[in-house]
């Protein structure tokens, strides 16, 4: 039969990721250095990432991943020994790990993209690793093994050797699940099989226990089997009987030294004893009726197929030999590797999602329900005439839909909550990030992370991976000061970088805090002129803090390796603005800096403001306005007959005519008629002048694209309650109008 | 057609196995550590048992172990998958009851043909 | 049995086409049936600002925003009134759906692709591009339209440049 594993592969793959992730995690453990291993926290998180890569290097081989399953042999190895307490946990062994999890996620993604991974990367790490090994005591195993594995050389030279076996199992070896017969089924594929039995040692039925072994063998093999042959036919019961094996240049000799002492008496009738199991009792039943006598073998080992020989010993030789192969060279084997396996489907990794069995169960509950109350309806409502509805048939059809409105709100809930996945998602890989960044910066960072457990859309997670990176390397890049800076400030030399992710209304809101130096005004606007950025007049923090958002802008004296890879803090804004977040900044000189991000649940759902503008409704996300006024005559001035602007609080904003950009028919008239709606952007902020507001509603995103195309100033539709479509307002486009 | 509990806390090397012995005309029935497989044994007999090693909640020496306690397992043969490496394992697994091994990594025929030696 | 199927009753089936044929003032257009979902009332849009006349604006059809545009207004043809009477014809064609309003919608017709006759340069209506040509049914003229091209032609502005270059 022949069985296609690639089938297998992508639940390989997505769960050695998973398990790299959790060695990973589990590595960056503050418990877990020096702990011992019968230590509760420490020794369970050894564990957990010994058994990671116990499973990887298992199953490695097995699909195909030669290489993968040598190189993690040696890691696994290593927690094996620090699992067993024989070697401590180094802060050089944890980083060698962690760099080890890196080569194996390496190796895996680039069989799974069919791309090259870093070979020589791979051999140092392996090598790293070897080095360390032996640089200990060898453990017991190891020496247990070299003994282990001479095996005696065949005796027979001849092609069809006779090999005499001596088997005399212990009385409990049928305890452990082994049967003689099939022992001796196993030799029969190897050659010719003649079996004898020794009854000698039979009880009296009274006194015998059902379930132990009395009987033993005396087999003649005859065939181009060598002695390991034979030996593997009874290395499960190795330590449960006593075998000897011994070569016979000369059958007849042979035969004849058995035939006197191993007479078989077969005068034991079968006991007659009922045990707690009927096929316990079978056991020695069937040994001692079945081969008994000499007569009887030959027959036995005919009726064996004889097109088998040898055919189990070398399938399970090929095993061994498949994982050896990629042992030498690293990057050959890893060559060849790549070879063999095409590339697997990608896009599983993004496109598939686990979801809780509970959230299914309720989903599952949900429609239940959701059918329920449809039949109700159907009763109140299905046959009904018109002359039918009473006040009281109107009454329970109205409740009948309050119901199933209910329905229908748990049910959304619901679907939007399979789509819901922790933080810790992305939250997990900044402990890692963060101990990179401590090292190549010769910082002390103490990262402390909360309401990781807190849910939010996959699409969202995986927007957020990339700003959050960066937000959190620019914090021990720029934020925290080295150790003897933080000295000198009269601050602890370790630096405290926080993140907190939590709920708040429909949002989800992540807060990166640092207690770093805060930031410099006068050096951010000194920046700024520098590059030729616009600084409104008089600017207040806010103002200058925002600064860091604009294109081309970077307050690093020379662009680290860390932070400066060509990705400002505007690309991280724009990123969390194109999923509907915001991004704010707090700071205080010397005491540290805050961003929070906040962003909405999902992707498909937002939190807007219907605002009416002449006939038409408009969506604005909730999360782009920062206030809303009447404004009074007087804060509302004209500059140069074309723009108009609103004073607030000092500050003159532009005033965006949504009627005119959008050239609504309608009144454009006087402004302390209408209500003025204060947006902030990435870019800006801008007064929109709207008629009304009117209410709060999440919103279903629908794209325009789908079956039209982009609108300047908009950036997407919904349907409202009555079923009519409404626009959602592209408010960074819209600051940019003015 | 016999019918086999294999133990697995991977997923995929579970799937591989399960797949082979179905494949094989087996009726299998899956769990993903000693503790999920000790509670279906509670319950029903099996011809077979295939066990990982390591696994989270109970491992399979532990597995073996607790087996061997059920009457009805008594005598019903136990593989463990080691590895090349776990001499130890194997030992420890014999000592606990196990009726042999599987050397992981192997493949669907070397599956096969090693359960044949137990289910005959 | 009618004049149309008399006269093309004997042609092999592969060379029929089956049209929707719909007025656009005191013209009669034909487009392929397979090309039309669905046949629905005019209805309140929303409105899409800073775009040609011609594009109504958007509706929701069951949950999908349709875009509707007014062929009558695109092609200065009969008189632009909005009632219980005015028609929308939902079409399906490349991967969009799209509806076009439309005076009245006659008929179902099946002509033969050999009948059809080369169509004169229009000028100012209609782009011969995408007309496939003229036919007669029952001594009336239908122009037959590729609708496909008429509603993916820059000129409509229905799609993105950067999605109809794709």
């Known amino acids: 039969m022949s069985v296609d594993l690639s089938q297998f592969v992508q639940a390989f793959l997505e769960e050695s990721f998973e398990g790299l992730d959790r060695m990973e995690s589990e590595l960056l453990g503050s418990d877990i250095l020096d ?84 070979a020589h990367g791979v051999e140092r790490t392996r090598e790293a690793i070897a080095a360390l090994l032996a640089d200990a005591p060898p453990g017991p195993e190891a020496a247990a093994r070299s003994a282990a594995t001479a095996a005696p050389a065949p005796q ?60 033993r063998w005396t087999l003649e093999l005859r065939g181009a089997a060598s002695e390991a042959d034979i030996r593997e036919a009874f290395e499960w019961v190795a330590e449960d009987c006593d075998l000897a094996i011994t070569g ?33 009792a079978a056991k020695p039943r069937a040994n001692d009726t079945s081969v008994t006598t000499r007569a009887a073998a030959p027959a036995a080992a005919d009726a064996a197929p004889e097109a088998t020989p ?12 498949a994982s050896t192969t990629a042992a030498p060279g690293g990057a050959d084997a890893a060559a060849v590797d790549r070879r063999r396996k095409p590339p697997v489907d990608r896009r599983a990794d993004s496109s598939s999602i686990r979801v809780a069995v509970e959230k299914i169960d309720a989903l599952v509950d949900l429609v239940g329900e959701l059918v329920i109350s449809q039949a109700m309806l159907e009763t109140i409502g299905g046959s009904a005439e018109p002359e039918d509805f009473d006040a009281v048939r109107v ?101 405290t970088l926080k993140l907190r992710a939590r709920h708040q209304g429909g949002n989800i809101v992540i807060d990166i805090e640092d ?38 802008f970077s307050t690093a004296e020379a662009i680290t390796d860390i932070s400066g890879r060509g ?72 500059i140069g007959g074309r723009g108009r602007v609103v004073r607030l609080r000092g500050e003159y904003l532009p005033l965006v005519s949504l009627s005119d950009v959008f050239n609504l028919p309608g009144r454009s008239g006087k402004a302390e008629e209408g209500i003025v709606v204060v947006v902030e952007s990435a870019k800006d902020r801008a007064a929109l002048f709207v008629d009304e507001l009117i209410a709060q509603h999440q919103v279903v995103i629908k794209s325009l694209e789908t079956n039209y195309r982009r609108v300047p100033g908009i950036s997407g539709a919904t349907i409202m309650g009555d079923g009519r479509v409404a626009l959602i307002l592209d408010v960074d486009a819209l600051t940019q109008i003015h | 057609m016999s019918k086999i509990l294999a133990v697995d806390d991977s997923a995929s090397l579970r799937q591989m196995v399960c797949f082979t012995l179905k494949e094989a005309g087996h009726d299998v029935v899956e769990a993903a550590d000693g503790a999920e497989a000790l509670q279906f044994a509670r319950g029903s007999a099996v011809d077979l048992v295939i066990s990982d090693v390591n696994m989270p909640q109970m491992d399979g020496i532990t597995l073996v172990r607790e087996l061997r306690g059920l009457p009805e397992y008594r005598f019903t043969p136990i593989l463990l998958l080691t590895t090349e490496s776990a001499d130890d394992k194997k030992q420890a697994g014999k000592a606990a009851g196990a009726t042999g091994w599987l050397v992981k990594p192997f493949d669907p025929e070397t599956l096969l043909s090693t359960i044949k030696r137990v289910l005959g | 049995m009618s004049a149309a199927e008399l006269q093309h009753g004997q042609l092999s089936a592969e060379n029929r086409r089956e049209l929707l044929t719909f007025r656009l003032g005191e013209e009669e257009y034909g487009i392929d049936i397979l090309s039309v979902q669905e046949i629905r009332r005019y209805e309140a849009v929303t409105r899409i600002a800073n775009t040609p006349e011609f594009i109504k604006g958007v509706i929701n059809m069951r949950g999908t925003i349709v875009p509707i545009v007014d062929l009558r207004i695109r092609f200065a043809l009969g008189n632009v009134t909005y009632d219980e009477f005015t028609v929308v014809v939902i079409l399906n064609v490349a991967d969009r759906v799209v509806g076009i309003v439309v005076d009245a919608v006659s008929d179902v017709i099946a002509i033969d692709a050999e009948a059809l006759r080369p169509a004169p340069e229009f000028g100012a209506h209609l782009d011969t591009d995408y007309l496939d040509g003229l036919a007669t049914v029952d001594e009336r003229m239908v122009i037959i339209v590729d609708i496909e091209a008429l509603i993916t032609t820059p000129e409509l502005g229905l799609i993105d440049d950067a999605s109809s270059a794709a």
């Open chain 1, 35 to 118: 702990s011992a291993p019968d230590e509760e926290r420490g020794g369970e998180r050894i564990n957990t990432i010994f058994r990671a890569a116990h499973s990887i290097k298992g199953s490695a081989a097995t699909f195909g991943f030669a290489a993968v399953g040598e190189f993690t042999h040696g890691v696994e190895t290593l927690l094996d020994q620090i699992r067993d307490g024989r070697r401590p946990l180094t802060e050089e062994g944890r980083a060698l790990l962690l760099e080890a999890v890196d080569r194996i996620r390496d190796m895996l993604s680039a069989a799974r993209d069919g791309t090259e991974h870093d």
């Open chain 1, 395 to 495: 009454e329970r059809l109205r409740q009948g839909l309050a119901q199933l409105e209910r329905n229908m709100r748990e049910l959304q809930e619901a679907v939007l909550s399979v789509r819901m996945i922790p933080i810790s998602f992305v939250f997990s890989r900044l402990p890692r990030l963060v101990r990179d960044l401590e090292s190549a910066l010769a910082k002390k960072v103490r990262l402390v992370i909360e309401g990781e457990e807190t849910e939010l859309d996959k699409g969202v997670i995986e927007k957020l991976v990339d700003p959050l990176t960066h937000i959190v390397r620019n914090a021990v890049d720029h934020g925290i000061e080295s150790p003897a800076a933080r000295a000198a400030a009269g601050k602890p030399e370790t630096g």
């Open chain 1, 567 to 638: 990705v400002g803090m505007d690309v991280v804004r724009q990123n969390i603005e194109s999923i509907n977040g915001r991004l704010d900044i707090e700071s205080t000189a010397g005491a540290g800096t805050k961003l929070t991000i906040r962003l909405p649940l999902t992707l498909a759902i937002l939190d807007g403001m219907s605002v009416r503008v002449g006939e038409e409704i408009f969506i604005l996300p909730l999360t782009a306005i920062l206030e809303s006024l009447q404004p009074r005559p007087e804060q509302l001035h004209s």
């Open chain 1, 515 to 552: 207690d770093g130096a805060g930031l410099d005004r006068e050096r951010l606007l000194r920046k700024a002129r520098e590059r030729g950025i616009p600084v409104p007049e008089n600017p207040t923090d806010r103002d200058v803090w925002q600064l860091i958002f604009a294109p081309g």
């Open chain 1, 310 to 321: 040898a055919a189990a010993p070398a399938a399970a030789d090929e095993a061994p030999v």
């Open chain 1, 156 to 215: 027979g030279a001849e092609d069809a050797a006779l090999w005499r076996i001596e088997f005399a199992p212990h009385r409990g070896l049928l305890g452990t699940g082994n049967d003689p017969l099939r022992i001796f089924a196993y030799l029969r594929d190897l050659g010719e099989l003649s079996v004898t039995c020794d009854a000698a040692e039979l009880p009296a039925v009274d006194a015998l226990a059902p379930e132990s072994c009395y009987l």
């Open chain 1, 248 to 280: 016979a240049a000369r059958p007849e000799v042979a035969r004849a030294d058995v035939t006197p002492n191993r007479a078989a008496p077969p005068d034991v009738t079968p006991p007659d004893v009922t045990p707690g199991k009927p096929t316990a």
